[in-house]
C-alpha cells in the first residue's frame, strides 16, 4: 500500500446556520485542544474510531491520529486518518466519527452551508503502489446521511484522486473535481429549498470559490456527526 493520508486540518469543520449573512450563526469544530499523537481510539475528545489498530512487534499502528500540518494557512493540529507507520495485514480500514450537535438549523437544511479543511498528505517515497480511498459524509442524529464526498485514486495518476458527491443513501455521482496529493482544500456543501450545492478551493485562500457539483435538496431535518472513512 502507498501510505496516503487524509488531513482533516484544524478548522476541520464548520457550519454556517442562518439564511442571511446578517443573522447566521457559525459552529466550529478543530483539533486544537489536543495533543500531537492522542489516538482517535479512545484518545480524542466527541470522536470515535470503530476499528481497532493494528499491532505488529509489540508496537501499535494507528488508523487515527492528532498531528501537525501545513498546507498553506499555517500549521495546526489536524485528524489524520490513514495508518501512520504502515499498515498490517490484513490492511484494515477504519471509520472515525465526531458529534457536531448543531441545534437550530433551519429545517429541511435550508440556507445552511457546511465548509472543512481536507487535504492527501502521500508518501510518495515509498515503495507500494496501492493507494487508499477515501470519502466524508454529513449525518443526522439519526445516524442517516445527509452528504458525503468521495476521494477515489485516479486511475493512471498516483498523485491525484477523482472526487464524487452524494446525498442521502442514493449512489454518490461522479464530477470532473479532483484532488492532489500534499495540496489542501477546502469543501463547502450549500443546502437549499430544492438543491444541494458543492464546491471547493485552496485551502490556502480560504474560499470554497469553484463549484463543482448540484444534486436535489436533502428532506432531512438536522445535523448530528461527520464521518471519515478510509
Given at each position: 500500500m502507498k501510505i496516503s493520508t487524509f488531513v482533516a486540518?484544524?478548522?476541520?469543520?464548520?457550519?454556517l446556520l442562518?439564511?442571511?449573512?446578517?443573522?447566521?450563526t457559525t459552529f466550529s469544530y478543530d483539533f486544537e485542544s489536543e495533543a500531537d499523537g492522542d489516538l482517535f481510539k479512545g484518545?480524542?475528545?466527541?470522536w470515535t474510531q470503530d476499528s481497532d489498530n493494528p499491532s505488529a512487534f509489540g508496537s501499535t499502528s494507528p488508523l487515527a491520529y492528532i498531528g501537525v500540518k501545513d498546507f498553506g494557512a499555517g500549521s495546526s493540529n489536524a485528524g489524520f486518518l490513514g495508518t501512520q507507520?504502515?499498515?498490517?495485514?490484513?490492511?484494515?480500514?477504519?471509520?472515525?466519527?465526531?458529534?457536531?450537535?448543531?441545534?437550530g438549523a433551519p429545517l429541511p437544511l435550508r440556507g445552511v452551508g457546511v465548509s472543512f479543511n481536507l487535504g492527501i498528505d502521500d508518501n510518495s517515497a515509498?515503495?507500494?503502489?496501492?493507494?487508499?480511498?477515501?470519502?466524508?459524509?454529513?449525518?443526522?442524529?439519526?445516524?442517516?446521511?445527509?452528504?458525503?464526498?468521495?476521494?477515489t485514486p485516479t486511475v493512471g495518476d498516483n498523485e491525484v484522486w477523482d472526487v464524487a458527491v452524494g446525498i442521502g443513501n442514493a449512489v454518490p455521482s461522479a464530477t470532473s473535481a479532483t484532488v492532489n496529493a500534499s495540496?489542501?482544500?477546502?469543501?463547502?456543501?450549500?443546502?437549499s429549498a430544492g438543491a444541494t450545492d458543492f464546491?471547493?478551493?485552496?485551502?490556502?485562500?480560504?474560499?470554497?470559490?469553484?463549484?463543482?457539483?448540484?444534486?436535489?435538496?436533502?428532506?432531512?431535518?438536522?445535523?448530528?456527526?461527520?464521518?471519515?472513512d478510509p
Open positions: 486540518p484544524s478548522i476541520g469543520l464548520s457550519v442562518g439564511l442571511s449573512a446578517q443573522g447566521a484518545g480524542v475528545t466527541g507507520f504502515g499498515n498490517t495485514s490484513p490492511n484494515t480500514s477504519t471509520t472515525v466519527s465526531g458529534a457536531l450537535n448543531v441545534a515509498d515503495a507500494f503502489t496501492g493507494r487508499d480511498g477515501f470519502s466524508v459524509a454529513l449525518r443526522d442524529s439519526a445516524n442517516a446521511n445527509i452528504a458525503q464526498i468521495v476521494l495540496s489542501g482544500y477546502v469543501f463547502k456543501v450549500d443546502f464546491s471547493y478551493g485552496a485551502s490556502g485562500g480560504g474560499l470554497p470559490n469553484a463549484p463543482f457539483a448540484t444534486l436535489g435538496g436533502v428532506g432531512l431535518s438536522d445535523l448530528g456527526n461527520d464521518r471519515d
